[in-house]
């Protein structure tokens, strides 16, 4: 006869009174003495065991040696070392070494976060309703003049009552030509390139945009920005998808979560930072989860900013939103903006079009782009090509393009009847 040991064992999620998760280790013992059967010349025999049976005692020193390190798990769970000392006696990797493998307890949200997620689901949870009196508020963030004013009298003209236009200049007042911008200008203040001002303005736009019920979808445009298409086209692109346009995608290199802080945290992960184009279109819904968010701002305010910490040069407009709403409503939004830019150039700002760019070709071109593009900034410079998807339907990603020169005006309005009237509808 001989002695077969086994031993079974899993780990047990226990919830005590105080809501603290404990993994409890579950464990037995088997013993079992089987027949040793001998083979001899292709006979089986059965060795002598009945007058000489085999002692059972059970090894008792094996028992004690898996509860001892069975404790030793629970207690460093359960109470985190205070001494890195202790952590090599197991690992040579020191305590991270030991504790990696170790399950890990959700984190308790704070109170702040808490309220975060119940106003973003009570928001969320209001339906989204598209009558005729519906409107597109178009947010225009300048530092002064909009040169592109005549062009966007002739896209407007005819679609009165489904449009609305706010105006933030934050250092001339402009003098406006087009009906559609006189007296639209709202109360606004300095902004500066990368500081968290930029979003102080988005915001105001979203504010006032908000007071008037009937806008359902908001676009923030700037001075460089011209339309791609058809207002009817671009009105029904956008009102009957129930989704959000913002550019959003993971990024690990130095301008990507190499920007990111510990002072964000808890309520902000480094694997839930994000980047993306300031360029959005949003929803109502998203618009005053945006606007009333104070939580996830001021994160952004106090961390985000040029040298906020040494050699990390954060640009809150490249993160705030795709941010907020990865970590709020991550399948409420498409990763992609409305508004082409191109970096070709590979430099701090995209490519500018000079009037000897504009052609119907190149203007036809921007239209037809169906993919979109994001390069992460680390070494390896990864490429991850996204389909245009409007409601599940393959489709033209752009609305909107950016950044013309002041002078391509003319050539623009040349041009606008024959290139935005290829299609009216994207159905």
Known sequence: MGFVFQCNFRFQPVLTASGINLFLLEFEFVYE?????????????????????????????IIAVVSLI????????????????ACYMLSSKGCKGFTDWLPTSPREFSYDEITARVVTREVLSSPRVIKKTSKIAFMFLTPGILPFEKLWDLFFRGHEGKLSVYIHASKDTPVHTSRYFINRDIPSDE??????SMIDAERRLLASALRDPENQQFVLL??????????????????????SYVDCFYDPGR?????????MLPEIPKEDFRKGSQWFSLKRQHAIITAADSLYYSKFRDYCGPAVESNKYCIADEHYLPTLFHILDPGGIVNWTLTYVDWSEKKWHPK???PED????????????????????????????????WNGIKRPCYLFGRKFHADTLDKLIDLFSNYTSILHKPH
């Open 33 to 61: 003495m089987k027949a040793i059967r001998g083979w001899r010349l292709g006979r089986t025999s059965h060795m002598p065991g009945a007058r000489h049976r085999a002692r059972t005692e059970k090894p008792v020193w």
């Open 222 to 243: 700037s001075d460089s920005c011209v339309p791609l298409r058809s207002f009817e086209y671009m009105y029904n692109y956008m009102m009957f998808s129930n989704v």
């Open 255 to 263: 301008h990507g979560t190499g920007r990111h802080t510990d002072h």
């Open 70 to 85: 069975i404790m030793f798990v629970i207690g460093a769970y359960m109470f985190p070392h205070h001494s890195k000392a």
């Open 191 to 196: 902004v500066v390139w990368g500081t968290i």
């Open 358 to 389: 504009i052609t119907h070709e190149l203007l036809k071109n921007l239209m037809s782009i169906d993919t979109v593009s994001h390069v992460t900034s680390d070494r390896t410079g990864v490429v991850t090509w996204t389909q245009c998807l």
């Open 352 to 354: 500018t079009y000079m």
